[in-house]
């Protein structure tokens, strides 16, 4: 049973902040904190009718001292029958009374507090009369704002909460005198129970509210069920929504976009959990009222994408291992270097075997706490990360949503920033390597020739059972001697071996190939035998000799295994052939060598190019094969002689054609296989000289990538699946989705200072890394809520994220998705600092990270809507109420992007309304995403509220204060720290802009 209390708003400046209250308290709370107000109450599911909310208002309110006006603020407890026990759940914010004169002055530079009623309250001028007679009406006012006060908070009840006619609510009302000292007084109370309600006339009931001694009356309050459309103007104590009672999902068109209501959407059950929701009521410029919905909910995908993730890592580590002793002899100078490889590889697996026994143990949990950011265990685990959706309901409009995900900024805050991030270790291990190569005698690889190899070697075991399986489907159709079976078997088969031989057409694998061969026991080179040393000025790092600081394997020229291995002098140079000379072979090519090339032997250096073109070859003898067997086929049905059509019958008889096939497809699985096992070869030589160079450092780099990496692509999965599930009805972004794909924003206000510095160089790699990543949506094979989680798969260089749906659902898609076509996103990271560290970095330190990342990301942020315009038509894109064009949004972003401008966070605010308007996938991070991601989050969702919905501004900042006191924001805060204080100093703050300040009395010295 689900229920919500929404308080009603209005009047009254917004103040100090609600707590959660312990069991059976009616007096003082635990912060002293207390509360009153009008409500208006929710409830699902309580009758057969249950449409409508109920409203309750409190009149008169009685203050606890005659020197001043309460600061009102209303607990609200359920009580439940059967348990007889009073569970104390939430309350409004503080409305606070106005003191002394009505006149309100504005602080130079700082934006006004004040509501509606409240606003720049400065007498006209005229006559003394006319001022004492607007005093006094003021006065009046005030008064009675301050005995009749008004809320804008509201309560959610989630469904663990008991709700039956039979419930009780309590509703208690206390004057805050003091928000520093956290005192209060208690005002009075009033019990209804909800079937009182649903059974009174006109659904309405008038209580009094009862001092503590429970005789004198402190005020009214009236409750009442209201109906939908009755909130028109402000002083209709009614608020207007849009409430469904059904279980199965409901299709909302938005102003954004066509959403499912993730709150009876059983397809969130899944991957989303523990939902946190808070309800507001603002008003609109037009004086009418909005109701606005937060809701918070963790997700499981923040354990399951890093416990699969280090699976793989291990699987793809052990199978590298085991490359490694496939390569067979090798030189004691190689072999020691292999054997130190594989050791390090294994204290590697057994680093992740153990990190993964450690979360298998954890159970219940979906998200790791900012204080845990540091802890071994979790150090895959992405900090902090939830999903919030804003759902805003206006009268005679429909519903809208906007859904965003905030994330600890990825980062790898176990092994510290004292050398930096990832982007200055790498470039710093890049410029390192050379020397580690001479040191290691190896050949120096760049990371375009190591990510090669690593592609070559993806694409190998991808294609290989692919082409087999597809030879094997062609042989199974010529048994069934079916021509357009054929023809279509063919066709794949074709496609794959030719994407295949493409793959290995290239002159890394013929280098690395001869660098093995040099690697193996008891290799001599030509020049050794016959000179010293020629051509010296060309040669690489490598020499091969039986001295210790010679080399078992000569560099490419220029140290880059791309340029042809036989265009050097001083390569190894007892090749006597090449591919355009054979001098001395008489135009023969010599014996084609078995599965290792042969120790003292010259080596053949043509051979490689005979091995894969000969798989050319075999396709090649295939697609003959087939099309003479088609034409005789064709040909028996054609008129002829007999003795020639006896001739064909008796020579190929239509069961032939599989027996006919069989020789020419066995024959091209045997070139593919043997190409497969010499490229494999090849590219793990190549990998085991990457890694002996960066055994100085071990495989450090490595795992701290696959940290940073694995906090990016659970964030990423989780924004994914939230926007997939949203869009399910929506057509037009379906066809975004499949043809262009999906812009994934990550919003950092990580500054460019101490260490801080080294969590977004950690970032900006994690989020390039996410490009390696695609999506696909499979049909699941049950309902079952095991059966939908996401699963991932793939390697380092590779990764695909497969979306389950339920049957149902996934018939729903287009063909395009269901045949398993690839999704792409697309991430691009912005990032403007906005604390006292970036104040340092602007004015004696160096922002040029920032910029460059800003600068780079724009760029690709520009391309993905130039790639978009030339695939889907513009109008399938979201319409919002701001028309303003998104290439004029582009521009001013490329305006502020190399504008000198100091926390220019205008970049962060068009960057996410491009983002929004473009269908994307909306991320906010900071360090702990508790803190100023908070900040960053209610400010655009008030913005929202502005621009979209006509928020009038008078409500603008108590709206801001609003959410950030009472909000799904500050429960995350409480959920992190077990505290809920935004973890700021008034130092700090006044470095911020002014508009991601919190608001006074909910930030403080915590640790975060």
Not at 572 to 599: A, F, Y
Not at 678 to 683: D, E, G, I, Q, V
Request: charged share 25%; proline share 5%; hydrophobic share 35%.
């Amino acid at each position: 049973m689900d229920w919500t209390v929404v308080f009603r708003g209005g009047g009254g400046r917004g103040g100090g902040g609600a707590r959660r209250r312990t069991e059976g308290q009616a007096g003082q709370m635990e912060d002293g904190t207390q509360h009153l107000g009008h409500c208006t109450v929710d409830m699902k599911e309580l009758s057969a009718n249950p449409e409508g909310l109920t409203a309750a208002a409190c009149n008169d309110l009685v203050a606890s001292g005659r020197d001043r006006k309460p600061n009102a603020l209303v607990q609200v407890a359920v009580i439940d029958p059967h348990k007889q026990h009073l569970v104390s759940h939430t309350c409004t914010e503080i409305v606070e009374s106005k003191l002394g004169d009505c006149t309100y002055a504005r602080a130079p530079g700082r934006p006004t507090r004040e509501s509606s009623i409240y606003s720049f309250c400065v007498p006209r001028r005229g006559s003394r009369r006319g001022e004492r007679s607007e005093e006094k009406r003021l006065e009046e006012e005030d008064d009675r704002a301050n005995k009749d006060p008004l809320f804008l908070t509201g309560v959610t009840f989630p469904s663990e909460y008991p709700a039956s006619p039979e419930t009780l609510v309590k509703l208690t009302v206390y004057d805050a005198k003091d928000k520093s000292q956290e005192s209060s007084s208690f005002l009075g109370s009033a019990t209804f129970s909800v079937g009182d309600l649903l059974r009174a006339k006109d659904e309405r009931l008038t209580l009094s509210l009862r001092s503590s001694d429970g005789v004198c009356a402190a005020g009214t309050v009236v409750v009442s069920r209201l109906k939908m459309g009755e909130m028109e103007e402000v002083d209709v104590d009614h608020i207007t929504t849009d409430i469904s009672s059904h279980k199965c999902p409901v299709v909302c068109e938005s102003a954004s976009h066509a959403c499912i209501d993730r709150e009876n959407n059983p397809l969130t059950g899944p991957v989303f959990k523990n939902p946190v929701c808070k309800v507001y009521r603002f008003q609109t410029v037009d004086s009418k009222w909005m109701l606005v919905r937060e809701q918070m909910e963790e997700c499981t995908l923040s354990f399951g994408i890093p416990k699969q993730l280090l699976s793989l890592y291990v699987q793809e580590d052990m199978s590298r291992v085991q490359d490694l002793r496939d390569l067979g002899d090798l030189s004691p100078h190689w072999d020691n270097l292999r054997k130190e490889v594989m050791n390090r590889y294994g204290a590697l697996i057994s680093s992740y075997q153990e990190t993964l026994a450690e979360l298998d143990k954890i159970t219940g949990r979906s998200f790791k706490p900012s204080c845990c950011k540091a802890q071994k265990s979790l150090e895959f685990i992405p900090i902090n990360l939830h999903t919030q959706r804003m759902r805003v309901t206006c009268p005679r409009k429909t519903d809208a949503f906007y859904d965003i995900v905030t994330v600890g900024a990825p980062a790898a805050h176990f092994q510290g920033f004292k050398c930096g991030g990832l982007q200055r270790l790498l470039s710093r291990y890049e410029a390192d390597k050379k020397s580690f190569s001479t040191a290691y005698q190896c050949i120096y690889y760049s990371p375009e020739h190591t990510a090669k190899a690593q592609e070559v070697l993806s694409t190998m075991s991808l294609l290989q059972p692919l082409i087999t399986s597809l030879a094997d489907q062609l042989l199974q159709a010529a048994q069934e001697h079916s021509s357009p079976g054929v023809r279509d078997a063919l066709k794949n088969l074709s496609d794959k071996t030719e994407q295949f031989v493409h793959t290995l057409k290239d002159e890394l694998v013929k280098s690395a190939l001869l660098a093995l061969h040099a690697a193996r026991p008891g290799y001599v080179s030509k020049n050794q035998r016959q000179t010293p040393v020629q051509g010296g000025q060309n040669q690489g790092h490598i020499h091969q000799g039986s001295d210790q600081n010679q080399s078992p394997v000569q560099g490419l020229p220029g140290h880059s295994p791309t340029t042809s291995v036989t265009e050097s002098p001083a390569m190894c140079n007892n090749v006597e052939g090449s591919q355009t000379t054979t001098k001395g072979e008489g135009g023969t090519l010599p014996p084609k060598h078995q599965d290792s090339i042969p120790h003292h032997k010259e080596y053949d250096e043509e051979e490689w190019d005979r091995v894969w073109a000969n798989v050319a070859k075999c396709l090649n003898c295939v697609i003959a094969m087939v099309d003479k067997l088609q034409e005789e086929d064709n040909s028996k049905q054609e008129p002829a002689p007999e003795h020639q059509l006896a001739d064909v019958i008796t020579s190929h008889n239509p069961g032939d054609w599989k027996e006919q096939l069989r020789p020419a497809v066995t024959r091209l699985k045997e070139c593919v296989m043997e190409v497969v096992e010499k490229a494999k070869r090849a590219m793990t030589f190549v990998l085991l000289q990457e890694a002996a160079c960066s055994i100085p450092q071990g495989l450090f780099l490595q795992q701290r990538r696959d940290v940073v990496f694995s906090q990016a692509l659970a964030a990423l999965a989780c924004g994914f699946v939230m926007r997939l599930y949203a869009g399910m009805q929506d057509k037009s972004f379906l066809r975004q989705l499949h043809s262009v794909g999906l812009v994934a924003q990550f919003e950092s206000l990580l500054s460019t200072y101490s260490e801080e510095i080294g969590m977004l160089e950690d970032m900006e790699v994690g989020i390039s890394d996410l490009q390696r990543v695609v999506f696909q949506i499979t049909e699941a094979k049950t309902d079952d809520l095991s059966d939908l989680q996401p699963l991932v798969c793939g390697r380092r260089d590779h990764f695909t994220v497969e979306v389950p749906l339920p049957p149902l659902v996934f018939q729903t898609l287009p063909e395009e998705i269901k045949v398993g076509k690839p999704l792409r996103v697309f991430p691009v990271l912005f990032n403007v600092g906005i604390n006292e560290q970036q104040t340092i970095a602007e004015r004696f330190g160096d922002i040029s990270l920032q910029e460059r990342i800003n600068q780079k990301n724009f760029e690709m942020l520009e391309a993905y809507y130039k790639s978009l315009s030339e695939k889907v038509p513009l109008e399938c894109l979201p319409c919002f109420h701001t028309q303003t064009d998104i290439k004029e949004l582009l521009e001013s972003l490329g305006q502020n992007v190399v504008t000198k401008k100091r926390k220019n966070v205008e970049i962060l605010w068009i960057a996410g309304t491009i983002c929004r308007r473009l269908n994307g996938i909306r991320f906010t991070s900071c360090k702990s995403a508790k803190d100023r991601t908070s900040m960053s989050v209610t400010l655009e969702q008030c913005s929202l509220l502005r621009d979209e919905h006509q928020l009038s501004k008078d409500f603008f900042i108590r709206a801001l204060d609003c959410m950030r006191r009472e909000g799904c924001r500050i429960e995350n805060v409480q959920k992190n720290i077990r505290c809920r204080k935004y973890a700021f100093n008034m130092l700090q703050l006044m470095a911020f802009p002014k508009c991601y300040r919190p608001p006074e009395g909910t930030y403080g010295k915590v640790d975060s």
